[in-house]
């Protein structure tokens, strides 16, 4: 008899224990898992960038040239191997995701800082200023922006700020609408009114109450904003109008890899794979975040 309590009470944990294994990656899926995982180690990477290159991003060695991967047959000098004037992959990709990095999440943060504060100024005012900040987001919707930051590259130059700035521009349209409807919404329920019936500035009715509320959608729609700043980038640096040497990025060694795309394969593999799993693991945080987050997906 207490052979079978015995059993019946491990069975009982094993059963328990299966329940807590899948609920954990039902609210953990593998796949955020990992995403999360790959986005810290290139968080990592970013700020540590100086400590972890082996050599430096910029150094060429016209007798190391094209050197292969260590997998493809080199050596342990290069692990992943050197370009067209000799200088280490590896290096350049960890200068790379920083640079790329640091140009997607302030190119992000100035978007939501733009879109926020047109989004608050439309709720506000209502009337013919609410009329010329929509105008102003169909304008930007109807243009394609790819073409202006040509153009604007191509007057202005293609220094490090003005690159951030001009990405900064792009995405800004979803989060004004995004921050006008949830502020519209907000300023009629029961706080803001509250807070406004007291006497409380507007500055302290958006900011300290509306703002705080809103908080977890104006964060999901940055990050699903930021997977399109890193392609933007990539894509304006593959043409070869982003920026120039001797600063680098993950969209540069793809397009001077480009060339060698037969002969020395690994020069664009590194960085394109890194972009893509980049992009991907923003998205999947991101949509898994709306679905955290989001109230009326529960």
């Given at each position: 008899m207490?052979?079978?309590q015995?059993?019946i ?10 329940r ?29 960038a ?10 060429v ?71 010329i ?46 921050a ?19 006497g ?39 043409l ?24 020395a ?31 009326t997906?529960?």
């Open positions: 207490i052979i079978e015995e059993e009470a491990a069975s009982g944990s094993v059963i328990e224990d299966k807590r294994v899948t609920a954990f990656f039902q609210a953990w899926p593998p796949a955020v898992i990992f995403a999360i995982l790959w986005l810290v180690l290139m968080m990592l990477i970013a700020i540590f100086p400590l972890i290159t082996p050599y430096d991003f910029m150094a060695d016209v007798h190391a040239r094209l050197t292969p991967p260590l997998f493809f047959g080199g050596n342990f000098a290069h692990l992943l191997g050197t370009d067209q004037l000799g200088r280490d992959v590896l290096s350049r990709a960890v200068a790379s995701i920083r640079i790329s990095i640091t140009i997607a999440i302030c190119a992000t943060l100035l978007s939501t800082l733009i879109g926020l504060v047109l989004g608050f100024t439309a709720a506000y005012f209502r009337g013919w200023i609410d009329q900040i929509l105008t102003l987001v169909d304008a930007q919707l109807a243009m394609p922006f790819m073409i202006i930051a040509i153009a604007v590259l191509a007057f202005l130059g293609n220094s490090l700020v003005i690159f951030i700035m001009l990405l900064g521009l792009n995405g800004w349209d979803q989060v004004t609408r995004i006008r409807g949830l502020a519209i919404s907000a300023d009629t329920q029961g706080y803001a009114a509250a807070a406004r019936d007291i409380a500035s507007p500055w302290r009715i958006y900011l300290r109450h509306i703002l705080p509320n809103i908080s977890a959608t104006i964060v999901v729609a940055m990050t699903l904003n930021i997977p399109g700043v890193i392609l933007l980038e990539s894509s304006l640096s593959f070869g109008i982003g920026l120039q040497p001797p600063q680098t990025s993950l969209g540069n060694m793809v397009g001077y890899g480009r060339d060698y795309i037969q002969s394969p690994w020069i664009m593999l590194m960085p394109a794979a890194v972009i893509v799993v980049t992009t991907l693991s923003v998205s999947i945080v991101g949509d898994w975040l709306r679905d955290r987050l989001d109230p997906l529960r």
